[in-house]
């Protein structure tokens, strides 16, 4: 989805209550990136530092 799409606004709540019934949880993006020993290329893929 995205921000300024036309009709987002519209589908958006029965999208979230479609998911939550098919047992997701909706969580922040903050909650799925990995904070510690990973970093983000500029793609937005996550990767484990290596020691």
Same mark, same amino acid.
């Given at each position: ?14 999208? %979230?209550?479609?998911?939550? $019934?098919?047992? =997701?949880? %909706?969580?922040?993006?903050? $909650?799925?990136? =990995? ?17």
């Amino acid at each position: 989805m995205h921000n300024g799409a036309k009709y987002t606004k519209d589908a958006l709540e029965r999208v %979230i209550t479609g998911l939550q $019934e098919k047992g =997701y949880e %909706i969580v922040p993006v903050s $909650e799925l990136i =990995y904070k510690e020993n990973y970093n983000m290329d500029h793609e937005g893929r996550q990767f484990m530092n290596e020691t």
